[in-house]
C-alpha cells in the first residue's frame, strides 16, 4: 500500500463508528458544467426533490460559494449558511434548512469575495463538520459552481459519482470537455456521466453525447457514460418565476417525467460500480 493509502486507512480507523458508517452508506454525487446557464442548479434541486419523494434521505450542499442560488430557486429564505459555518459562528446543523419534499439544505452564500476560493483552513471546517453531522444520509448533490476554478474541482473530488451537464450549444460542448480533460488530467477524476439538458430530442441529446464522447476517448484516451437527457420544457421558466421547482409545481411536464427517470436510474446503480464503492468526503484534497 502506498502513502496516500496508508494515511486514508488510519484516518479511517481513527474515526468514531458512527462517521464510518455514514461515509460508508452515503452516495455523493457532484452536478457540475463548464459553463453557466445550462440548468446545472435547477436540475440539481429537482434531483434532490424526487429523491426525497421517493423516501431517500437527501442533502442538497449549494457548493457555488460565492454565487448561491439554491435558496432562490426554492424561495427560501434561510438565515443562515456555509459563510456562518466557515467563519465558526454556527455548526452545519444550525445552517442546514428543510426544502420542498423535506429535502435538506446546506445554503451557501452570495457576494462575499473571500467565499470564492475556500482556504485549506476553511476546506477543513468543512470536512469536520460534515462528519460531525447527526443526520444519516442516502445521497448528497453537490451543486458545484460552473468553470474549472479551485473550488469547482474541490468540490468535485469530495464525490465519486461526477455528472456534467451540458447543453447542445457548441459553447457549453466545448467547455464540458474543457472540465472533463483539468479533473482527468490534473486530478485523476475517471468516471463521468453526461447530463444533456434542453434537447430538443433524444436524438439531438445523443449526439451531443456522440460529439463529447468522441473527442474524450480520442484526446484523453477517456471513456464517458451517457447518463440520459431532459428535454426542452416551456415550463421550466415558469416554474422559476414562481420559485418553485419544475418536479413540484408540474409533476406530469415533460423535463419532471425526464427527471425522474433519470434519478431512478441513478438509484438502480450500485455503489459497486465505482472504485471506492461509496463517499469520500475530501481525502484526496487532504
Known amino acids: ?150 473550488n469547482v474541482m474541490y468540490f468535485n473530488m469530495a464525490a465519486r459519482e461526477i455528472i456534467v451537464v451540458a447543453s447542445p450549444e457548441p459553447t457549453s460542448l466545448t467547455d464540458a470537455y474543457a472540465l472533463i480533460k483539468v479533473l482527468y488530467q490534473g486530478y485523476a477524476a475517471r468516471r463521468f456521466m453526461l447530463l444533456v439538458n434542453m434537447a430538443g430530442d433524444s436524438n439531438e441529446a445523443e449526439g451531443v453525447y456522440t460529439r463529447l464522447s468522441n473527442a474524450t476517448n480520442h484526446f484523453l484516451d477517456l471513456p464517458i457514460e451517457y447518463l440520459g437527457y431532459i428535454p426542452h420544457d416551456r415550463n421550466v421558466p415558469k416554474a422559476v418565476k414562481k420559485q418553485r421547482l419544475l418536479a413540484e409545481a408540474f409533476p406530469d411536464s415533460k423535463a419532471t417525467k425526464s427527471m425522474s427517470e433519470i434519478v431512478e436510474k441513478l438509484c438502480r446503480k450500485q455503489p459497486e460500480d465505482y472504485e471506492d464503492g461509496t463517499i469520500k468526503f475530501f481525502d484526496r484534497s487532504l
Open 1 to 150: 500500500m502506498d502513502q496516500a493509502g496508508v494515511l486514508r486507512e488510519m484516518k479511517t480507523k481513527m474515526m468514531p463508528p458512527a462517521i464510518r458508517q455514514k461515509r460508508h452508506n452515503t452516495r455523493v454525487i457532484a452536478v457540475t458544467s463548464g459553463k453557466g446557464g445550462v440548468g446545472k442548479t435547477n436540475i440539481t434541486a429537482n434531483f434532490a426533490y424526487i429523491l426525497s419523494k421517493m423516501g431517500k434521505r437527501t442533502l442538497l450542499l449549494d457548493a457555488d460559494a460565492g454565487l448561491a442560488n439554491i435558496d432562490v430557486i426554492l424561495g427560501i429564505t434561510p438565515k443562515y449558511n456555509l459563510y456562518h459555518v466557515l467563519r465558526g459562528e454556527k455548526t452545519l446543523s444550525e445552517a442546514v434548512v428543510e426544502g420542498p419534499g423535506g429535502v435538506r439544505i446546506l445554503p451557501a452564500a452570495s457576494g462575499i469575495p473571500e467565499m470564492v476560493e475556500l482556504s485549506k483552513g476553511q476546506k477543513f471546517t468543512l470536512l469536520e463538520e460534515l462528519d460531525g453531522l447527526d443526520e444519516d444520509f442516502d445521497f448528497m448533490l453537490i451543486d458545484t459552481a460552473a468553470g474549472i476554478a479551485g
